[in-house]
């Protein structure tokens, strides 16, 4: 089945070392996003990829940072976690907007919950 | 600005109950998208239904139907014979323009508990 997967789906890291969360998709779209979701709280996007052009919310720290090598695969870096930063990371795709008004799905995957100790 | 209201933190019932989860929009657009997703506690957002700005004719999946408002700016989702499996975290959301995909800008999300 198409599908987005998110791995690890639990990642406990110490406060301030680097940790890399990793998303794969098969269904071949073009945009991938990644959203933060606190304890309680709605996901909140931190930046996503069209294709291999990134575009970052104005809000999201510079400790986050984020790859895509190619159409499959986007990857998040975390460079130095804080204990602010745990939390459920979603990942999700959509197909391209071709024109303003148009919106497609987006699909998420089943999220990696990080610990920061 | 867009904007999500989900003025129902949490809400319980009995099984087999219906019930009704609301969802407030505010939007300076005159095309855009609204959508529920469900989020289980395993933590995946699930998609379950996405309507544009211009169909306001209801929508009926099985147990779920959805009603959608322009002139009050709600999008309102109703779950009928309630069951245990409906247990989650459901997120109404409205589509936010971007060059290229879209931002889903979602409500703070309404807890449904369903107990047997």
């Known amino acids: 089945d198409a599908m987005v997967i998110q791995n690890p789906r639990y990642q406990v890291t110490q406060f301030g070392k680097p940790v890399t969360l990793s998303c794969s998709q098969t269904?071949?779209?073009?945009?991938m996003y990644w959203y933060q979701q606190k304890s309680s709280q709605a996901p909140k996007l931190l930046f996503h990829?069209?294709?291999?052009?990134?575009?970052n919310e104005a809000d999201t720290p510079d400790n986050f940072q984020s790859r895509r090598p190619n159409t499959s695969f986007c990857f998040l870096d975390i460079r130095s976690p804080g204990l602010g930063d745990a939390a459920m990371y979603l990942c999700?795709?959509?197909?391209?907007?071709?024109?303003?008004?148009?919106?497609?799905?987006?699909?998420f995957g089943p999220g990696t919950r990080l610990t920061v100790l | 600005a867009q904007k999500v209201t989900q003025a129902q933190t949490e809400i319980s019932v009995v099984e087999k109950e219906d019930v009704t989860l609301d969802c407030v929009y505010e939007t300076r657009d005159t095309t855009y998208y609204l959508f529920w997703y469900k989020q289980p506690p395993s933590g995946e957002l699930v998609f379950l239904i996405r309507?544009?700005?211009?169909?306001?004719q209801n929508e009926i999946s099985g147990r779920y139907s959805w009603n959608f408002q322009k002139s009050t700016s709600s999008f309102n989702f109703t779950i009928t014979a309630s069951q245990v499996v409906d247990s989650a975290v459901y997120f109404c959301?409205?589509?936010?323009?971007?060059?290229?995909?879209?931002?889903?800008?979602f409500g703070a999300g309404t807890i449904l508990r369903v107990k047997s």
């Open positions: 309507r544009n700005s211009f169909d306001e």
């Open positions: 269904l071949n779209h073009n945009v």
């Open positions: 959301a409205l589509s936010d323009y971007m060059e290229y995909g879209n931002k889903l800008v």
């Open positions: 999700a795709t959509s197909r391209e907007s071709a024109e303003r008004g148009s919106t497609d799905t987006q699909y």
């Open positions: 990829y069209y294709d291999k052009d990134f575009n």
